[in-house]
């Protein structure tokens, strides 16, 4: 069984910095991508980041310039580090994996519970 588990969120200041992190355990194989979606309100999740395992990134464009995605292949952890937050980046946050366990050897996706991010003006 794989686990997705977020940390960090809450209230967090407009204009000030943001850190998430989430680790993946269970019998997990590879992983071929983690990263970040969110939810705001009534919206569809989005995606904020993502970074393969080959090193490639993506960024959603509301979050260019101020996002960094980051993970630690030895601990199957990804790191959300975000600047000058916006109210608008209020959102329930969502970790996210693209990888192969044991008990399900192809590629699948995985999330985590989510971890709630307000943004206070």
């Known amino acids: 069984q794989v686990h997705l588990v977020e940390s960090g969120g809450g209230l967090v200041q407009a204009g000030g910095p943001l850190s998430l992190s989430c680790a993946a355990s269970g019998n997990i194989l590879r992983i071929n991508v983690m990263g970040w979606y969110r939810q705001a309100p009534g919206k569809q999740r989005e995606v904020v980041a993502t970074l393969t395992t080959g090193g490639t990134t993506h960024y959603a464009d509301s979050v260019k310039g101020r996002c960094t995605v980051s993970t630690d292949n030895a601990k199957n952890t990804v790191y959300l580090q975000m600047s000058s937050l916006r109210p608008e980046d209020t959102a329930v946050y969502y970790c996210?994996?693209?990888?192969?366990?044991?008990?399900?050897?192809?590629?699948?996706?995985?999330w985590g519970q989510g971890t709630q991010v307000t943004v206070s003006t």
């Open positions: 996210y994996a693209i990888l192969q366990s044991a008990t399900a050897p192809w590629l699948s996706d995985y």
